[in-house]
């Protein structure tokens, strides 16, 4: 009776991630956002109806979230660079700050608690979504070189944020290329790109950090747990090509606000979540 039950829950949880991977990987490729600010909310609420330390239970979600953002940030950046909407200079030198945050970010993560975590992730999102709604889309297409003491300011703090919330980072890169004067969809594009580096390296520093706390997780190694990588990837990936391509066919101006929408949204759900902790 109690392994009927205990099959019973699995399914359901299975089915759970299958229906929430469809979105996620579409929002992901839509918006170039690796799918994070999505997925790491459901996977919260996931993990936290299992039997799992309630101490790691953020921490689970923001490492999986991490390697289930590698491949589809990669299928998402191929999508945009063949409708030439990465800049591959940008990336480059921006990526590399970016990485270094995301190490230091790793290991501010490490010290915090999950209701920390929460609000720390609801904060950052609120002021980025307040932030699309009530930015001007540029009539013009300027393209303004963005000098070297910005790009690690704002790379070294995208991947320093992005580190305790699980994405990739175009949640703040978007807003910041968009001000420098990059068209919405060169933003999104160039900050896949940029998110990908970052979902790398922050896979890697849950998986270490995991097995260094010592969190024993069932089904995950550090803090990745493989059942719902495995789910996610064939659908998120598949999701996100549409969603790249679908960004292209939609008007510029449009795709600032619903991103906007979609980011005080989540945050408002996680914020009730922290004073539910």
Do not use: Q, W
């Amino acid at each position: 009776m109690l392994n009927s039950i205990l099959a019973n829950e699995y399914i359901y949880f299975g089915i759970v991630m299958l229906l929430t991977a469809i979105p996620v990987g579409f929002i992901a490729g839509l918006f170039g956002i690796g799918g994070g600010l999505i997925m790491v909310p459901f996977l919260f609420y996931i993990f936290e109806s299992l039997d799992i330390d309630r101490s790691f239970i953020m921490h689970l979600a923001v490492g999986t979230s991490f390697a289930i953002i590698v491949p589809t940030s990669f299928v998402s950046v191929l999508t945009h660079y063949k409708y030439k909407a990465v800049d591959i200079n940008l990336v480059k030198t921006y990526g590399v700050f970016s990485i270094i945050g995301v190490i230091c970010g790793i290991i501010f993560a490490a010290s915090l608690k999950t209701k920390s975590l929460v609000l720390f992730f609801s904060l950052v999102i609120f002021f980025l979504g307040f932030y699309l709604l009530f930015l001007k889309e540029k009539e013009t297409k300027i393209y303004i070189l963005i000098k070297i003491k910005y790009k690690v300011i704002f790379g070294f703090l995208s991947g320093f944020i992005s580190a305790p919330m699980g994405i990739g980072g175009a949640v703040m890169n978007v807003p910041v290329f968009k001000f420098f004067g990059y068209s919405i969809n060169r933003s999104i594009g160039s900050a896949a790109a940029i998110g990908f580096l970052i979902s790398v390296f922050g896979a890697i520093g849950f998986l270490v950090t995991g097995n260094y706390l010592n969190a024993v997780i069932p089904l995950s190694i550090g803090f990745i747990n493989i059942p719902t990588f495995l789910i996610f990837i064939p659908i998120t990936t598949f999701m996100a090509r549409i969603g790249a391509r679908t960004a292209h066919k939609i008007d510029k101006k449009k795709i600032s606000k619903y991103f906007g929408t979609l980011l005080v949204i989540v945050a408002s759900k996680f914020l009730y979540e922290y004073f539910k902790l």
